[in-house]
């Protein structure tokens, strides 16, 4: 036995045949089974992944470069923007500042570059415009007339320039450009709440009656917390009746309240302008049926947006509760009754909280899109009626600003979702 023993311990172990698939040994096959199933689903989820890249990753990303990105000068005068950063902002600039500017004006005029850079100088100070635009054309005569070598004398040329134009003596203009010199800044981002640059580089208060996108921002907040309370109680009883009616009827009355949805909301935001002025059809008729005898300014002004945005946003407030309250069984009620409770009490603690996930999923979409609504506040509403969408697609049509402005957009959305998950709980709503 010992020795049987001893000799099993001394023979080597005899070799086990791996097993195989048509001459295919089955580890393999199951890594390549397993490399194809992770290649399936990353393939299901690429296409998602494209989506949301294209749609809101780059759209973002370009939004918040914009904000920052001033290339205008560094771009169209660049000998300038790398000369006037080295200088200090005191005294008069240095020759080799004043000789670049004067370099790169004969060259944008040439190129037909000046209108840019006029235009971008023109916020910082206005005038500006006039002065670049009257410089290079001037610059560029008198290149011409007596050539480079006595145009860029050193001793003379910051002469010849103010000779040109007496504002070039006037620091605040060199100053402007050397802050715009750099391709990036934050003056659009500060110009969002009422902030400036001064002239020392330190950061202030706009003038006061340049002072503007602060009150935009709450009053854009003011109107859509009403817009949406005035969905929620309008929404509130009509998706009740539709809820409870038969489904023939209900079917029937979604179908109209469908309707709006359907037209172009630049149709009926003409429309309710149409219908809400001094000779509409809401005057007139009240004036027949004698509710009042003179004509109410009901539109270009705070009840013609309320009006207009009401009725564009009411169908997403129904339906969310709409579809919640169908959902809910009527014997809830009866079982209330029978315990005694009276029909206030019964709604209050018995039905109105089962509809709490659909009052959280209306408010969110009217509200959300309640803030980029620009349309029915500049055709229906009055001046001080415009929210800062209207901004961005036109007050704030410079690129920069209406990029910085749809920063402070998006944070307000951010805000408002984060306060509703604190408060409501985003698991709560409908669209948990």
Same mark, same amino acid.
């Given at each position: 036995?010992?020795?049987? *023993?001893?000799?099993?311990?001394?023979?080597?172990?005899?070799?086990?045949?791996?097993?195989?698939?048509?001459?295919?040994?089955?580890?393999?096959?199951?890594?390549?089974?397993?490399? #194809?199933?992770?290649?399936?689903?990353?393939?299901?989820?690429?296409?998602?992944?494209?989506?949301?890249?294209?749609?809101?990753?780059?759209? @973002?990303?370009?939004?918040?470069?914009?904000?920052?990105?001033?290339?205008? +000068?560094?771009?169209?005068?660049?000998?300038?923007?790398?000369? @006037?950063?080295?200088?200090?902002?005191?005294?008069?600039?240095?020759?080799?500042?004043?000789?670049?500017?004067?370099?790169?004006?004969?060259?944008?005029?040439?190129?037909?570059?000046?209108?840019?850079?006029?235009?971008?100088?023109?916020?910082?100070?206005?005038?500006?415009?006039?002065?670049?635009?009257?410089?290079?054309?001037?610059?560029?005569?008198?290149?011409?007339?007596?050539?480079?070598?006595?145009?860029?004398?050193?001793?003379?040329?910051?002469?010849?320039?103010?000779? #040109?134009?007496?504002?070039?003596?006037?620091?605040?203009?060199?100053?402007?450009?050397?802050?715009?010199?750099?391709?990036?800044?934050?003056?659009?981002?500060?110009?969002?709440?009422?902030?400036?640059?001064?002239?020392?580089?330190? @950061?202030?208060?706009?003038?006061?009656?340049?002072?503007?996108?602060?009150?935009?921002?709450?009053?854009?907040?003011?109107?859509?917390?009403?817009?949406?309370?005035?969905?929620?109680?309008?929404?509130?009883?009509?998706?009740?009746?539709?809820?409870?009616?038969?489904?023939?009827?209900?079917?029937?009355?979604?179908?109209?309240?469908?309707?709006?949805?359907?037209?172009?909301?630049?149709?009926?935001?003409?429309?309710?302008?149409? *219908?809400?002025?001094?000779?509409?059809?809401?005057?007139?008729?009240?004036?027949?049926?004698?509710?009042?005898?003179?004509?109410?300014?009901?539109?270009?002004?705070?009840?013609?947006?309320?009006?207009?945005?009401?009725?564009?946003?009411?169908?997403?407030?129904?339906?969310?509760?709409?579809?919640?309250?169908?959902?809910?069984?009527?014997?809830?009620?009866?079982?209330?009754?029978?315990?005694?409770?009276?029909?206030?009490?019964?709604?209050?603690?018995?039905?109105?909280?089962?509809?709490?996930?659909?009052?959280?999923?209306?408010?969110? +979409?009217?509200?959300?899109?309640?803030?980029?609504?620009?349309?029915?506040?500049?055709?229906?509403?009055?001046?001080?009626?415009?929210?800062?969408?209207?901004?961005?697609?036109?007050?704030?049509?410079?690129?920069?600003?209406?990029?910085? #402005?749809?920063?402070?957009?998006?944070?307000?959305?951010?805000?408002?979702?984060?306060?509703?998950?604190?408060?409501?709980?985003?698991?709560?709503?409908?669209?948990?």
């Amino acid at each position: 036995m010992k020795r049987r *023993a001893y000799t099993a311990r001394m023979l080597p172990d005899r070799p086990t045949a791996e097993p195989r698939l048509h001459g295919v040994p089955l580890k393999s096959l199951l890594r390549r089974t397993e490399r #194809l199933r992770k290649l399936g689903a990353f393939g299901l989820v690429l296409v998602p992944l494209l989506f949301i890249l294209v749609t809101l990753v780059l759209p @973002i990303s370009a939004m918040l470069w914009s904000s920052v990105s001033d290339p205008v +000068l560094a771009n169209n005068l660049p000998r300038l923007s790398a000369q @006037i950063r080295l200088w200090q902002g005191r005294d008069q600039p240095p020759y080799e500042v004043v000789a670049a500017l004067v370099a790169d004006l004969i060259v944008a005029e040439r190129e037909r570059k000046v209108g840019r850079v006029a235009a971008r100088l023109n916020h910082e100070i206005p005038g500006f415009r006039t002065l670049m635009l009257t410089t290079a054309d001037r610059v560029s005569a008198l290149n011409r007339a007596i050539g480079e070598d006595q145009l860029f004398d050193k001793d003379r040329l910051l002469a010849r320039l103010i000779a #040109l134009d007496a504002r070039w003596a006037e620091s605040r203009y060199w100053i402007r450009m050397r802050q715009a010199a750099p391709p990036y800044t934050m003056i659009y981002l500060l110009r969002t709440i009422d902030r400036t640059i001064d002239l020392d580089d330190e @950061i202030v208060m706009v003038k006061e009656d340049r002072r503007l996108f602060v009150d935009v921002f709450w009053r854009t907040v003011w109107i859509c917390f009403w817009v949406t309370v005035y969905c929620l109680t309008l929404g509130y009883p009509i998706a009740f009746l539709l809820a409870n009616m038969s489904t023939t009827k209900s079917n029937i009355c979604l179908l109209f309240l469908l309707l709006p949805l359907w037209t172009s909301i630049l149709v009926k935001s003409l429309s309710w302008l149409v *219908a809400l002025q001094n000779e509409g059809v809401v005057n007139d008729l009240g004036i027949l049926s004698g509710l009042w005898s003179t004509p109410f300014e009901l539109a270009r002004n705070r009840v013609g947006t309320y009006v207009s945005m009401v009725h564009m946003l009411l169908p997403f407030m129904t339906f969310p509760l709409f579809s919640v309250m169908k959902g809910i069984d009527g014997y809830h009620m009866q079982a209330a009754a029978t315990m005694g409770a009276n029909p206030w009490v019964a709604f209050w603690r018995v039905y109105f909280p089962q509809t709490l996930p659909g009052v959280g999923g209306g408010v969110l +979409l009217v509200f959300i899109l309640s803030l980029g609504l620009y349309v029915p506040p500049a055709l229906v509403g009055g001046p001080g009626d415009q929210m800062l969408s209207y901004f961005i697609a036109w007050g704030g049509a410079g690129g920069g600003l209406a990029a910085s #402005l749809s920063i402070v957009l998006l944070g307000l959305v951010a805000l408002f979702l984060i306060g509703f998950h604190r408060v409501v709980g985003v698991d709560r709503t409908l669209f948990r």
